[in-house]
DNA sequence: TGAAATTTTAAATAAATCTTCATGACCAGT
DNA sequence: ACTGGTCATGAAGATTTATTTAAAATTTCA
């Protein structure tokens, strides 16, 4: 199911919204200071971000703005009620919607379902035929187009064709050897040691961080595999 | 590419949306209040319009209903959560699509490409049998005539059919050989490096920038493709 | 037929990409 | 913790491919 991260530092409130979430059948993780929350957002795929704006160390509102040009997914900023009107305004932009506190859980949860429900729409009017979709990564082999959270990517050509052969076989792990030998052709000559150099390229364009990839990961001593999360 | 035009009366609001569709190849202008905007629509040729219910001095409802029926374009609508929603609703009939503040930049860039989409299509119902029309470039089969941007471009014999078979096969990418084949005929011998020659000159006639083509991009080491958006 | 337009060829220039290699980090088993 | 093997990383040089220009060859049509 889809998981949540809640930003939250205020312990009691984050384990009510926990609660509620996770009784409506969604994972949920929680970070209790904006340092934590912008690491694991980065690093973990999560489907939408709750993130409160009144942080102490961390202002929510910076945050806010570092992750959203790289994750393409909802956030729902909430806030007490006494903050001025200006912050609110220019979070305005940034947020699918926002809460001020103290709200009903349930109403919470009802909105995180409508976020949900609306970004699912959302993506699948960018999706066409002939192409191949997994964790936000869609690849059109016609086309040649790459898009990563519905912003297109450019691949050189190698890139893409490494990235093609990976989406085609996906949760199997490769070799170097055959990704070289189904990429470059089976009779080439050629240095196998070109293979991890591509994997990188490509993980520094589709992964949110490539230092701890999650979509290609390498598998020791074998080879690498593209997982379909 | 595509012009938008911006109506908004919160300069910070605007800005963000600017800079956002102008990441995405649009260009925009902004109008920071109705009056303005009313004059810009109405004297440049915009694509899309995007626009402020909530304006101080004119209505935007009062501007969409006097520009609807003379400029056939999308409008996007934009209000504050706080309004009513028995005027959005009002709203709809007249606008395209509707967003609520606060909302991410990156959903309405979606909108917007979705909307070009949308009237792109629309448009191509209404044109003639045999007429073609992607990124403001006309090419009738018939008459064997091209416009760009409403102006009548001449065309040599082989420029028009490998324009015709670009825009015939949009989306799409071919390798030199291909174009060639499908253009010269299948047992033609010749060189294939002509075709870039003619690409150029294809260029020359439609791209407003043909240093920098946006409509017929090169696939490096593989191929041309001619792009719908 | 002969001038003008068009097409093709070819060569120089420019640009993007590929490969290699050196270095340091990491992993698994001892 | 040590060690031999494997992987990650970044950058430079080599290579491949595309662009551009101009001139030669061909076709068109008055």
Redesign the interface.
């Known amino acids: 199911m889809d998981k949540i991260l809640i930003i939250e530092d205020d312990k009691q409130i984050a384990e009510l919204e926990k609660d509620f979430l996770e009784m409506n059948g969604f994972e949920v993780f929680v970070a209790n200071d904006g340092h934590k929350g912008l690491k694991e957002a980065m690093t973990e795929a999560y489907q939408l971000i709750i993130i409160d704006i009144m942080l102490p160390s961390v202002n929510g509102y910076d945050i806010l703005m570092m992750i ?2 790289k994750l ?1 997914i ?2 729902i ?1 909430v806030s007490a009620r006494s903050d001025d009107m200006d912050k609110i ?10 809460m001020t506190k103290p709200f009903n859980p349930n109403e919470l949860v009802a909105r995180v379902k409508n976020q949900l429900l609306r970004y699912d729409r ?1 993506l699948n ?2 999706k066409q035929q002939g192409e191949i979709e997994f964790n936000g990564v869609i690849i059109n082999e ?3 187009r790459v898009l990563v959270n ?2 297109e990517i450019t691949m ?2 190698t890139e893409f064709d490494i990235l093609l052969f990976f989406m085609k076989n996906p949760d199997i792990v490769h070799s170097k050897q055959t990704i070289f030998e189904r990429v470059w052709g089976e009779d080439e000559y050629g240095d196998i040691g070109t293979v991890p150099v591509y994997v990188q390229k490509i993980r520094k364009k589709i992964e949110k961080d490539y230092t701890h990839p999650k979509i290609i990961e390498t598998v020791w001593g074998v080879g690498y595999r593209f997982n379909r999360l």
């Open positions: 959203r040009d393409n909802p956030f900023v305004k220019g979070i305005e932009l940034g947020a699918d919607d926002y959302l009017v960018n016609e086309s040649r519905g912003q050189t050509t």
